[in-house]
């Protein structure tokens, strides 16, 4: 119940926040904090019991008609998620309030991060796969509408859209994943899923779901060749990029590969596939990072490669490297998200991002410095923070990988190297550099932005300090994946070995990038190839040639011209019903009896073929007309000799009138003209006699069956016996069916109703030409 | 009580008639529409109820035996969809208090509306394949006067249109049931269903299947057939685009569900999985015009034509769980789409134009309706947790289930697009800053006859989210009842 109390708590929250903020105001980002951190004791006081191994599972039916039901798994793994995204939760939003001000839309930021928060609690609490990608995509969507915040900027909104497309379509991928997922498995819920691995892993289908629930974390998670929408989100306000784009939500296709780890892990093709993506996302982002100059892209590209790197341990799928992984999670996290909300308040203060123009801030940012260099010692990998603990887990892990470990050591290392020169140019330069101009003078960012940076860069202190705390988190979150009891010991000193000797090595390595990145930028830029040949020209490109595609497909389409569509609608009348006809075996060899018609039949026959003839044929408009009278004639006569006269003087009087009313108008028509070409007139003279043909077949095959009369019958005998009435048809029309008799009289009075309206009633057309356009014709 | 299957026909025909006999006194006809659709959804309502628990309902018309005379069938399917034509017809109704001029409403505008949800109510209802061909010309000629209606040069050219295509879709029909007819003598669809079953040339009979595919096809909007509805749904005013855009497609799509699973399944096959195919045509030709638009109205109407392919999509795939998604996929669409509608009149009373060019900053100046857009927009797009993601969900499924990988990629990925053309009306109407010259907008504050409809029919998409299992629930009763009725 606490579960679902903490998500629907944080959606209640974010009905009310925009009322909350226009009473509080400036206090509104410690007051909605209060939330984030009294659900973080929450998840804090759960650890003991599931560390040892429990487990909270609920559930509530939802669509059980398609096996979907409301349902949480709480585990080791949602609980260090759990924690992450209250506790930063509350850090951010508190960061907020500084960061935003007095703006004028703040109550619908604090909306949008608390739906958000909410929803990615959600996620990583779900227990059954529906909801948790229910989840999944509403935190897709907060991420939209928080990216495009500042939404007056098209850049912003350009971004937002982006990175909706890519997470969208990675989303579908997914949920195609997921249902093929439950329908092998048996089961949307996770805690049968997770038993099913090995039936679902010899099931012919075992390829294609992991391909898609791949492509569903992948884009999510920000991996090559999906991972340039992340760079584009750095548009959206510096808390959101924090928090979201860095810390929780990038983090989810993480945390999916992890929770399906057991399920779908272990085989040679999660094997390649995910190592594959994990390390060459790690290496990219972490080259590209180096070019950047701006504080935010530099951080999303390292953020990129560390996602990398999480994904490269997943791969690997040994305990050591998700232990390393687990504890990857939690440190970056701390270290990153510090990172971040101290790029957003440097620029909030001096009104810059560019580190070229940045340098000796801590003089009048003291505590913002000192919080930047404990989070840039951490991202490093130097001791004593977390990180260094961290990296010693990471190269130990990957020494003993069960396979290519040299490989994916060399990629570590130098992926790490350029990490640590990232650090050095984002927490070391700007405070400590060389003296540069920013446009403001700054001074100390206001308290709110001060407790986010400060708590989590000390926390990487003093866990590093204190490993014991981070462990416990760690080892029941790595235990879950492994679905067994795994103790880790962390420790700061572990020995000279080979781990510390790579370690020596990067941290040189680094150090000499770092001292070099003038030269390196100067030199050429590895960010601006891959901006003008990557996925993200793909995307535009593949973007530009979805609205050229639209266009041309409904011009081709939608011409405008009713008379190419009738011919498209006959068209396929005749091609579909014709070949049905043909291909099924419809057509029957006609009976002879059929063309067994007497004498005057043929006449008549004859005279409508004629009068037909005629009326396509006449150049004068009264010529056709009188032809058409003729056909109806011609078809009264017919039932005149079926013995059916109501019928016939109904047509009669029908057709009568209609020349009398055709000749009253006809003179106020235009002068009658052909406009069509000759080629016209003979390719809608084919269509038509195709049209026609087809009708006749179907006509002359009905014929050849024998004909049922038990309606005819029934009417017949008791049309004067129960309906009292001695012409059949008129019994029928007012009695046996006399409800469609009353449909055809409403019709009659509507039409009538429509014609008084269009002679009486002709409205002006309304001043902006914006509302109605006639279809146009191209 | 199967005198209550004659009430949703009667209710709108009585209101006709009584709105027709105060020809000019508006607030009286104003009143009494409200007040008959109110009463007809009641009667929807009621219908349902008593067909869920006492399971399906006929009515022999003036008491003549089946199959001589008509006979009323409701079954789960009709009395959804008779409960979906109240509920629309309840919200157009209060939205045209607000939104409609007084020249159209002294020209009978309440009684047409009337006559329209008579004409559809009947060919839900229906079990005689016949009086259904009189309800669909019930149907045209009701929307063909309140689309010419006003008189407007673009209202009569896209009416032209429609009326054109539409009458030949009537045409295909009255010729499938005269041919049928021939075969089997019979009209009466249960009759109809039995006696083709011994026809002795089961390859005309198929034909005359396409025939009727090809009629209700033209009727439902579907590729490619469709021309009639982005040439007209954009210009007669909004409430009756909404009205249009709930429910007329709809009776298209129904009947060919109504026929392709009592009538038709000799070659299923063939048949159906030639339906499979052009609803994938249908999705896709549909979003893709949707993606070339700039103007609100049509950039709707393309989509209607897209989601029509996915209510076609289940009933290609003829599983229990395909035609339980395609009734909950209606239910949602009606509902979404016509809330779509209702937005775009707000927009349009708020900023004057329907041109996304023209509009901007609404997302700023008017956050509720902002909301209320994106609910119907973000479902219609198949995000979850709202109506129009469990009823993609149920369809993919299916499609799964099937083995038909083609047709649920195809609808995954016109998801997106349906997301991406979406995204282009919040991004210039509600995100763009507006424009500066906005001098000439029309700052009429809008009326709650304007907002309640479409709170209304905004909130339901959220609500049907998360009352997904019970409507499932009833939609898995009803597609069981059209596959059972064999």
């Known amino acids: 119940m606490a579960i679902i109390m903490a998500i629907l708590s944080g959606f209640a929250l974010t009905v009310v926040a925009p009322w909350l903020c226009r009473l509080a105001r400036g206090a509104t980002g410690w007051i909605i904090a209060l939330q984030p951190v009294g659900l973080a004791f929450y998840f804090a006081s759960q650890l003991h019991p599931i560390a040892a191994g429990g487990v909270i599972a609920l559930s509530y039916p939802w669509v059980p008609g398609l096996g979907i039901a409301l349902s949480f798994y709480v585990d080791g793994l949602s609980l260090l998620f759990a924690l992450l995204i209250s506790g930063i939760g509350a850090l951010v939003v508190i960061y907020a309030g500084g960061y935003l001000g007095e703006h004028p839309q703040a109550g619908r930021f604090y909306a949008l991060i608390l739906m958000f928060m909410a929803s990615m609690l959600g996620l990583v609490l779900a227990g059954n796969v529906i909801t948790m990608f229910v989840f999944w995509e509403l935190t897709s969507l907060s991420s939209f509408l928080l990216i495009g915040f500042d939404h007056q900027r098209e ?37 049968t899923l997770l038993n099913e691995g090995r039936a679902i892993q010899s099931h012919p289908l075992y390829l294609s779901i992991l391909l898609l629930i791949l492509v569903g974390a992948f884009t999510k998670s920000a991996q090559v060749p999906f991972h340039f929408w992340l760079p584009g989100a750095m548009e959206a306000p510096t808390p959101v ?129 000192v919080a930047a260099g404990l989070a840039a010692l951490s991202m490093a990998g130097l001791p004593p923070m977390l990180g260094f603990i961290n990296k010693e887990l990471l190269y130990e892990a990957k020494l003993q990988a069960p396979r290519a470990s040299v490989l994916v050591t060399s990629a570590g290392v130098l992926a790490n190297m350029f990490l640590v020169a990232v650090a050095g140019i984002v927490g070391f330069a700007p405070f400590f550099g060389r003296r540069a101009d920013p446009p403001r003078m700054p001074h100390e960012a206001p308290l ?97 040639s979805l609205n050229g595609l639209a266009r041309v497909q409904t011009r081709l389409l939608q011409s405008g011209y009713l008379r190419r569509y009738l011919m498209v609608i006959v068209l396929t009348t005749v091609a579909l019903v014709g070949s049905t006809l043909l291909l099924r075996g419809g057509l029957t060899e006609p009976v002879p009896s059929l063309l067994d018609a007497r004498f005057y039949e043929w006449t008549i026959a004859a005279l409508i073929l004629l009068a037909t003839l005629m009326a396509v044929l006449s150049p004068s408009r009264l010529a056709a007309a009188a032809a058409l009278s003729v056909i109806g004639y011609g078809v009264a006569l017919l039932y005149m000799l079926f013995s059916a006269p109501d019928l016939a003087m109904t047509q009669f009087a029908v057709e009568t009138l209609t020349v009398i009313l055709f000749v009253l108008v006809v003179y106020r028509l235009p002068r009658f003209a052909s406009l069509s070409s000759r080629r016209a007139r003979l390719r809608d003279a084919a269509i038509a006699l195709l049209a026609g043909g087809l009708m006749t077949a179907l006509v002359l095959t009905a014929m050849t069956l024998p004909r049922d009369l038990h309606l005819a019958t029934y009417f017949a005998e008791n049309s004067l016996l129960l309906a009292k009435g001695r012409n059949v048809v008129n019994a029928i029309l007012v009695d046996f069916r006399a409800l469609d008799t009353l449909g055809e009289i409403t019709v009659l009075a509507v039409a009538g109703i429509g014609i008084y309206a269009l002679l009486r009633l002709r409205l002006e057309e309304p001043a902006d030409s914006g509302s109605s356009q006639p279809e146009e014709e191209v | 009580m199967g005198g209550l299957l004659v009430l949703p026909i009667l209710i709108p025909l009585l209101t006709a008639v009584a709105a027709l006999l105060a020809w000019k006194r508006r607030s009286f006809q104003r009143a009494l529409s409200v007040l008959s659709t109110t009463g007809l959804l009641g009667a929807a309502l009621w219908l349902l109820v008593v067909v869920w628990q006492n399971g399906t309902q006929t009515l022999q018309v003036g008491n003549w035996p089946a199959p001589f005379g008509i006979t009323l069938v409701a079954d789960l399917l009709s009395a959804i969809m008779v409960v979906l034509a109240g509920l629309i017809g309840l919200a157009v109704a209060v939205y045209s208090l607000g939104s409609m001029d007084p020249d159209r409403e002294q020209f009978g505008y309440y009684p047409l509306l009337q006559v329209l949800l008579m004409g559809v109510c009947g060919a839900f209802l229906t079990g005689d394949l016949f009086n259904l061909y009189v309800w669909f010309e019930v149907m045209l000629i009701a929307s063909f006067v309140l689309m010419t209606l006003g008189g407007e040069r673009a ?247 099937a083995g038909q990988y083609g047709i649920v990629a195809v609808a995954l990925g016109v998801g997106l697009l349906t997301l991406f053309s979406m995204m282009k009306i919040w991004d210039q109407a509600f995100w763009k800053p507006a424009m500066e010259d906005d001098s000439t907008k029309s700052s009429q504050s809008s009326s709650w006859a304007l907002w309640l409809p479409t709170v209304a029919l905004a909130g339901l998409t959220v609500l049907l989210g998360f009352a997904a299992g019970p409507l499932f629930a009833l939609s898995r009763q009803a597609a069981e009842q059209l596959l059972g009725g064999r």
């Open chain 1, 241 to 369: 990029s924090a928090y979201l784009h860095s810390a929780t939500m990038v983090k989810a296709g993480v945390y999916l590969l992890a929770r399906l780890s057991p399920v779908l892990g272990g085989s040679e093709a999660w094997h390649y596939l995910v190592t594959g993506a994990g390390t060459a996302t790690m290496l990219l982002g972490a080259a590209v990072a180096l070019w950047q100059t701006d504080l935010k892209r530099i951080l999303a590209y390292s953020t990129v490669s560390t996602l990398g790197a999480l994904v490269l341990l997943l791969g690997m799928d040994t305990v050591l490297s998700v232990k390393a992984a687990m504890l990857f999670l939690l440190v970056h996290a701390l270290y990153k998200g510090a990172l971040f909300l101290i790029a957003g308040a440097v620029d909030h203060e001096t009104g810059t991002r560019e580190v070229t123009r940045l340098g000796r801030l801590a003089r009048a940012m003291p505590v913002t410095a």
């Open chain 1, 448 to 544: 709110a932005m001060l407790v986010g940076p400060a708590v989590l860069a000390g926390l990487g202190l003093v866990c590093g300090l204190f490993p014991d705390a981070a462990s416990i988190v760690v080892s029941a979150a790595a235990g879950a994946v492994r679905a067994e009891v795994t103790a880790v010991e962390l420790k700061l000193w572990h020995g000279i070995n080979p781990v510390l000797g790579l370690s020596l090595l990067t941290v040189a390595a680094g150090v000499g990038l770092y001292a070099a990145r003038g030269f390196l930028r100067r030199a050429g830029s590895i960010g601006d190839a891959i901006g003008r040949w990557g996925p993200r020209r793909w995307y535009s490109l593949l973007l530009a």
């Open chain 1, 155 to 191: 850049a912003a909104r350009a971004a937002a859209l982006q990175a909706l497309l890519v997470t969208g379509a990675g989303g579908l991928a997914l949920l195609a994943g997921l249902l093929l997922l439950g329908q092998a498995g048996g089961s949307l819920e996770l805690s």
């Open chain 2, 155 to 401: 209202q009569l050219e896209g009416a032209i249109k429609y009326v054109t295509l539409n009458l030949m879709a009537s045409a295909l029909f009255l010729a499938g049931v005269g041919i049928l007819y021939g075969v089997t003598g019979a009209l009466n669809m249960a009759d109809l269903a039995r006696r083709l079953e011994q026809v002795r040339q089961p390859g005309l009979v198929t034909a005359l299947a396409l025939l009727f595919l090809i009629a209700f096809g033209i009727k439902a909007a579907m590729f490619p057939l469709f021309f009639w509805l982005p040439a007209s749904y954009h210009t007669p005013p909004v409430a009756v685009s909404a009205l249009f855009s709930g429910l007329l497609t709809k009776v298209g799509v129904y009947a060919l569900i109504r026929v392709f699973t009592l009538l038709f399944v000799q070659d299923v096959e063939f048949t159906h999985t030639l339906i499979l195919v052009l609803a994938g045509l249908t999705m896709v030709t549909g979003v893709l015009g949707a993606v070339a638009q700039t103007e609100f109205r049509r950039l709707l109407s393309f989509h209607i034509i897209s989601q029509i392919g996915y209510l076609l999509m289940g009933l290609g795939l003829f599983t229990p769980v395909a035609l339980a998604g395609t009734i909950f996929f209606m239910v949602h669409v009606i509902l979404a789409k016509s809330a779509l509608f209702l937005v775009s009149g707000i927009v349009y009373r708020l900023q004057g134009s329907y041109d996304l060019k023209k509009l901007g900053g609404l997302y700023r100046s008017q956050p509720v309706l902002a909301v209320l857009f994106l609910f119907p927009a973000l479902s219609l797009a198949g995000l979850p947790p709202l109506s129009g993601f469990f009823a993609k969900l149920s369809l993919i499924w299916a499609g799964l289930e």
